[in-house]
C-alpha cells in the first residue's frame, strides 16, 4: 500500500515584484510503499530540497498533488497544518535542530508536549526506543554534553516518537564524522526493517546505499531510479555513483 502518492509536482517561484520565474520542479511523480526506504539524490539546484519542503507540507506546489495515506496535503487548512506533520510525519535535519536548554529526554517529548500527550504515554513510547537508539544512559544530559552522532539519534528518538507515517530526514549524515554516519544508517536500516517508512534526500553515494531504492531528480524531474533487489551495499553503492556520473556527464534517461 502507497503510503505516499505524489503526482505531477510542479513549482514555479516568482521574484517579488513579478521579474524573474525559476522552475525548481517541473513534473515529479512516484510512490513509496509503506516500510519502503527511500532515497533522493541530485545534484545541487535539481529540485530535490524544494520537493523535500513539499512533501514535508512547509511549501506548496504550482500544481499537481501530495497524498499521505490518502489525504490531500492541499486540503488542508493552514491553521490544522502543524498539527498534522506533528501527527503524522516524522523530521531528521542535517543540523540536529535540538533545543540546548532542554535535556536529551525533554528534546525526545517536545512533539508529544506539544500534542498533550499524557507523561505516563510519552515514558512508554520513550524506554524502547531509547534502548534501541543507544540513548538510555544520555536522557539527562543536555545537547552541549553530547556527540554529533548522539545529537543526531536524539533527533531521529525526536521524530520517531511519534509514530509517524513517514520518517523524512533532510542529509541527515551532512553534520557526522564517517563513524557517527555509519551509526546512524545502521539505526535507520534497523527501523526500516521493523516497518518504518523512511524518505531521505542526501548527497551521500554512502547514505544512499543503505536505502531500497534510489530515486534522481535531475532538471525538476524524476530522471532515473535504482532498485536494491538483491545488491549488496557495495553493490549499490557503484550503481549510485555510475548513474550519478551519467547525470552530471550529460546521460540520457533510462
Known amino acids: ?13 516568482t521574484t517579488r515584484f513579478g521579474g524573474n520565474r525559476v522552475q525548481a520542479l517541473a513534473d515529479v511523480s512516484f510512490s513509496v510503499e ?23 507540507a512547509l511549501d506548496r506546489p504550482t500544481s499537481g498533488t501530495v497524498l499521505l495515506n490518502g489525504t490531500d496535503l492541499s486540503g488542508i487548512k493552514e491553521h490544522k497544518m502543524a498539527a498534522f506533520r506533528r501527527d503524522n510525519l516524522g523530521f531528521v535535519f542535517q543540523d540536529f535542530n ?22 505516563e504515554e510519552m515514558e512508554r513510547r520513550l ?36 509514530n509517524p507515517h513517514i520518517l523524512l530526514a533532510d542529509e541527515p549524515t551532512g553534520a557526522l564524522d564517517s563513524k557517527a554516519a555509519d551509526g546512524l544508517l545502521r539505526m535507520f536500516g534497523g ?34 531510479q535504482l532498485y536494491r533487489g538483491g545488491k549488496t551495499n557495495s553493490e549499490l553503492y557503484q550503481n549510485i555513483a555510475d548513474t550519478l556520473t551519467m547525470i552530471t556527464t550529460g546521460g540520457d534517461r533510462t
Do not use: C, W
Open 127 to 162: 524506554a524502547p526506543l531509547a534502548g534501541k537508539l543507544g540513548l538510555a544512559d544520555l536522557l539527562n544530559k543536555f545537547p552541549y554534553e553530547i556527540s554529533g552522532g548522539q545529537k543526531q539519534r536524539t533527533a531521529a528518538a525526536r521524530a520517531l516518537i511519534t
Open 1 to 13: 500500500m502507497a503510503v505516499l502518492e505524489v503526482q505531477h509536482l510542479k513549482k514555479i517561484y
Open 191 to 224: 527501523i526500516n526493517r521493523e516497518g518504518q517508512t523512511i524518505l531521505m534526500v542526501t548527497h551521500s553515494v554512502r547514505a544512499a546505499s543503505h536505502a531500497g531504492r534510489v530515486l534522481f531528480i535531475k532538471d525538476g524531474e524524476v530522471f532515473h
Open 34 to 56: 509503506e516500510g519502503e526506504f527511500v532515497a533522493i539524490m541530485g545534484e545541487s539546484g535539481s529540485g530535490k530540497t524544494t520537493l523535500l519542503n513539499i512533501l514535508a
Open 98 to 119: 535540538l533545543l540546548d536548554t532542554f535535556s536529551v529526554k525533554d528534546n525526545i517529548f517536545l512533539p508529544l508536549v506539544l500534542s498533550k500527550t499524557p507523561y
